[in-house]
């Protein structure tokens, strides 16, 4: 009788929906109702909307291909893993429209660079001395060289647990990025800033005019064509997905020390490239962690424990 025990569970579990499915299916409906309602709302005008869904949704099937393939053969952990990625393609299509219905919402509230200045300098920072630090010496250009390879780790650390069969990395990773975002977004409406090179009236490179051009044209009344670039300054977004990034890959041992050292390089090219200042990176810390808490606690619940539970983390 006990022998039989496994091969029940595994069918149970191949015939189920996973209740990660069924809470993102929840989680896309509401993100996109806000999402669509706010625009609407908030006068946000979105180019292409119908080519960009259209795509996602011919996309959603043959990336729907992978989690079935592993289903017939009963790879139960690959399967789920796999899973993730078409929540994956649509939180990616709708989240960053909750990010302009709050810097839309929030286009009274004064800009708030002069506080951060201010509460830069009560813990000590300053962010153009470390700048200048960092431009004279060759270890503090390396660091801030390392600002726009987030970009490449996030696909990493989305799509290897995904691909892997770790059910609980690739789930957590979208949980605690939906988190991160319902903490975020509200704290950007009500906190909206630009930089440090516009606190403390520094030149600016092409890519942070483009940034401050990009929050200027969402701050303005009347309509608005959804070009956004960079808006977030408090908390750090960069800060935060460095460590979701990192909290996802945690679970490949070798790659253990690899990504904590890039991590804290990315975390720290935050300020010596001038694209933060130090409490964008503080706050953006405490979310990451609460995210990361949360997300954990979560995945007790999403994901059951089994025999082959070792794959799960």
Known sequence: MNSREPSISIRSRLGAVPRFDWLMAFASAAVLAISFAGCRLTLIRIPDLAA??????????????????????????LRDAALTIPWCLIFR??????????????MNI????ELFVRLDHSLGIYVPGIMEWSSHHWFGNFVSSTYPVLFPMLMVAYFLPALTGKVRAAQQFITS?????AVTVPLF????????????????????????????????????????????CFPSFHVIWVLLCANSLWCFKPLRIPVAILSTLIILSTITGGWHYCVDVLAGLLVAAAAIAASRALSRWLTPVTAADGNHS
């Open 93 to 106: 299509f709708a989240l960053g429209y909750t990010v302009a219905v709050a810097g839309r919402l929030g």
């Open 177 to 181: 990025n939906l988190i991160a975002f």
């Open 52 to 77: 960009t869904a259209i795509g996602t949704v011919l996309l959603i099937p043959i990336i729907l291909l992978i989690p079935i393939y592993w289903h017939e053969k009963g790879k139960i952990d």
């Open 189 to 232: 409406g009500l906190f909206p800033a630009v930089g440090p090179w516009y606190g403390y009236h520094l030149p600016v490179t092409p890519v942070q005019a483009a940034c401050q051009q990009s929050l200027f044209l969402l701050r303005t009344h009347g309509p608005y064509t959804l070009n956004l670039f960079g808006v977030v």
């Open 110 to 113: 004064p800009l708030q660079d």
